[in-house]
């Protein structure tokens, strides 16, 4: 059975692992400058869970760093490139399964897109198998136009977005389409990504006080993404649009077509153990 998966995962340009190597998976957060992001941003539950997966459970990254930065400032890309590169030397990391969430992907992006820039991303991207990009900002948010702006939601996306720091203003929809354009690969029309990078796409808000469902990551947060969710489009996490998730690389799946009782995942719950999405990056570490 493992050679019938591992032939079809090579069919597809995602390399299997052999005896001799040694996988790791590393969680990127998204916007916000992080000190001690396995409790404050993921959350013990969520990592925990996943590294299980791994055949050594110590093979595991949790970054810290100032992702209220452009992606390509040295205290975002750079901290994240300094971060990777010594996880994978301490560890003897050859298979990296990088997880990501949110802005995270847009740095995450950057490195791939960039191999020049830095003399660490070449190492970094050659042990990539890939990308597991969770609810990607890949084409911004007009959330973000409307923090920059100076409405309302500067107030009520400040717990979520921030307030108008330079990965906001990086997150406006005409400034993502414009990177796009220009700076990242991985988006219609630009060149391939150099490993596989793939979105789970949240596509729902669930909010009402008589859903158990709706307390998972955050009863108070979901009531504020639902609120949200009337300025975007009808499919969304209520931060993001479900089209700027699947803007770059490939969608692995919606949220509802994997998750315990097809339930939606909000922009939070996205980034915790809901809905068993901890269960399945779990089994795909196995990979």
């Known amino acids: 059975m493992r050679n019938l998966v591992c032939g079809l995962l090579l069919a597809a340009a995602t390399p299997c692992a052999s005896a001799a190597d040694v996988t790791g998976v590393a969680f990127v957060h998204g916007t916000g400058s992080q000190t001690n992001a396995y409790q404050d941003y993921w959350q013990p539950a969520m990592v925990d869970s996943v590294r299980q997966g791994l055949v050594n459970t110590s093979n595991y990254v949790v970054i810290n760093c100032d992702f209220t930065q452009y992606m390509w400032d040295s205290r ?49 991207i050659s042990r990539i198998v890939r990308v597991n990009a969770l609810a990607p900002s890949s084409a911004g948010t007009p959330l973000a136009d409307a923090v920059i702006n100076g409405n309302v939601f500067e107030t009520s996306l400040g717990w979520l977005l921030g307030y108008k ?3 906001v203003r990086q997150q406006q929809v005409s400034w993502m389409a414009y990177y796009n354009a220009n700076n990242l690969y991985g988006t219609s029309g630009r060149p391939a990504l150099p490993t596989t990078f793939r979105s789970v796409v949240g596509t729902d808000v669930d909010s ?33 649009n479900c089209s700027s998730q699947s803007a770059a690389g490939s969608i692995w799946f919606q949220d509802k077509s994997r998750t315990a009782g097809a339930e939606p995942l909000s922009h939070n719950q996205s980034r915790r153990a809901c809905f068993t999405l901890d269960t399945i990056l779990r089994n795909d570490l196995k990979l």
Request: aromatic residues 10%; proline residues 4%; glycine residues 16%.
């Open 208 to 240: 009402s006080p008589f859903d158990g469902d709706s307390y998972c990551g955050g009863y108070g947060e979901n009531v504020g993404l639902e609120t949200t969710q009337n300025w975007l489009d009808s499919c969304s996490d209520g931060f993001l």
């Open 165 to 167: 720091s330079d990965a």
């Open 76 to 124: 975002a890309a750079g901290c994240l490139a300094g971060q990777l590169s010594g996880f994978i030397g301490s560890k003897g990391i050859t298979r990296l399964i990088v997880i990501t969430h949110s802005n995270g992907g847009n740095v995450m992006r950057w490195i791939m897109s960039n191999p020049t820039y830095d003399s660490r991303y070449p190492g970094i």
